[in-house]
């Protein structure tokens, strides 16, 4: 009797995988992607190849990973605007049904911050001021929409005080009209403010995440909740992949993502870059992205945010 030879499972990776960045080269979330370029070929075997595709707040990007072949061969890295992007308008997909989680790598909360001779200490002196003196608080944030100007409304909201919105370009622009003296009050990232916090210009009131933040510089700032604010907001990098993605493949990827993401070499590039090394598996991904999809959507049209987006659109 003949034996009929299995042909074997074919090795996976065999080829280089490609990384789609939907923003430009040079922002945070590329030097995420570019730090995981780095450790690839140790945990992979192969090259990871990283193409900025920027455009449309991410969707450019986002829009090729989901029509790619789903063979484990192109994924994508990207943030909150998986989420906020559907809710914002027509986009071609639902990025959280389209695309499948692999793993989450970093979280970096929002801080809140004035200039150093402004006379708030924390945040509850911020909201009584602008209770007690409404239109004279202006707040920046990173445009119309963003994660940045979500939290600035919602810390509004919360404290019943009252700030106008003030849209910027990107972080770098928000802390230069904070330093101008053209707004009051900022919400933006640990890394932007370091050197101002350091050298005194920059006093920051609070924190948006569960927790303090690690970092010698910024250990000693309380976060919204331990100072009665109930708001929890941080900005995440997550890598994803099309839904389609057969489940070994997955299993394989996922698990050479998080020994890359271990790396020591990836993790002192984080460190280096003021981001908060927090890294989720693909079902815990997956369900934060369901929370946050929950609270993003609550947030957006209690605020306002959403009929503001939309009359711009008109």
Known sequence: MQTVKVPETPKYPDRPITMIVPFSAGSAIDLVA?????????????????????????????????????DGYT???????????????????????????LAQVTTTPWLIVVLANQPWKDVN??????KQHQGQLKFGHQGIGSLSHIAGETFVKATGSS???????????????????????????????KEYVRNGTIRVLAVTDEKRLTD???????????????MVFNIWFDISA?????????????????NMISDPDFTKSIDNMGLQLNYLGPKEAAEQ???????????????????????QKQ
């Open 242 to 258: 099309p839904k389609e993605i057969p489940a070994g493949v997955k299993n394989k990827l996922s698990d050479n993502l998080r």
């Open 216 to 230: 010698p510089l910024f250990a000693a700032v309380p976060t919204c909740k331990e100072q009665g604010v109930d």
């Open 163 to 193: 700030m106008e919105q003030v849209p910027f370009r990107g972080g770098s622009e928000t802390v230069a009209a904070l330093l101008g003296g053209h707004i009051q009050v900022a919400f933006v990232s640990p890394a932007l403010i």
């Open 34 to 70: 570019r730090g995981l370029e780095k450790v690839a070929p140790k945990h992979l075997g192969q090259p990871l190849v990283i193409i900025n595709k920027p455009g449309s707040t991410g969707s450019l990007g986002l829009n090729e990973v989901v029509s790619a072949n789903p």
């Open 125 to 130: 002196d911020l909201a009584q001021y602008g």
């Open 75 to 101: 994924i994508g890295i990207s943030g909150v605007e998986v989420i906020l992007n559907p809710l914002f308008g027509a986009t071609k997909y639902n990025y959280m049904t389209a695309l499948d989680p």
């Open 289 to 311: 992205w369901q929370i946050d999809g929950q609270k993003l959507t609550k947030t957006v049209n209690e605020t306002g945010i959403l009929d503001l987006i939309k009359a």
